[in-house]
């Protein structure tokens, strides 16, 4: 069994810039539909250890759609970026995925699997930080994960992707994620 790849550009934009992009992306869509997600990032307990080891450590996201209350977690991971050895992997990134629904506390199976959450804590009151009003919006345009076959190869999901930046060019510069 080959394993599910997803491919993705991201990029980043500034809070005021959100209206124009928005309308950029309404006037080439067939359709759309609001979302509210909420999503949290973990890493694994010993991360700094692995990181001081010059090892990137997994990080395993939870996310449930806010809009939609019967909806559960899914569970998703990405491993380490494809090499450009693989089509369209000087393009755009391209790694393979793990994906799995969760039923009941996602994030209480993410921490009994030796998962923490990541939060940038405020010394003083001990909270997570809110983000500054002026930094910008991180976004990641990428394929539902999908496997690499004759009738979907690799190919047309970078094709998607390129699409999309094509389309964005000129408002919201999307590129290959760095590792």
């Known amino acids: 069994m080959s ?12 809070q005021p810039d959100f209206q124009v992009i928005l309308n950029r992306f309404t006037l080439h869509s067939e359709s759309a539909q609001k979302m509210h997600s909420h999503e949290v990032i973990f890493e694994p307990v010993d991360a700094a250890a692995q990181r001081a080891q010059n090892i990137v450590p997994i990080q395993l996201r939870c996310r449930k759609e806010l809009l939609e209350p019967a909806s559960g977690w899914v569970m998703f991971s990405h491993l380490k970026p494809e090499t450009a050895r693989v089509q369209g992997a000087s393009e755009a990134t391209i790694r ?52 690499n076959t ?30």
């Open 3 to 14: 394993a599910l790849y997803e491919v993705a550009l991201v990029g980043e934009f500034f």
């Open 96 to 147: 393979p995925a793990v994906t799995s629904q969760v039923t009941g506390d996602a994030l209480s199976f993410a921490s009994a699997l030796g998962y923490a959450k990541t939060l940038q804590i405020d010394p003083k009151t001990q909270r997570p930080t809110p983000a500054h009003a002026d930094a910008p919006w991180q976004v990641e345009v990428k394929t539902a994960p999908m496997r």
């Open 150 to 179: 004759q009738e979907t190869p690799l190919g047309q999901m970078v094709d998607a992707v390129l699409e999309v930046q094509r389309l964005m060019k000129g408002i919201l510069d999307l590129q290959k994620l760095e590792t």
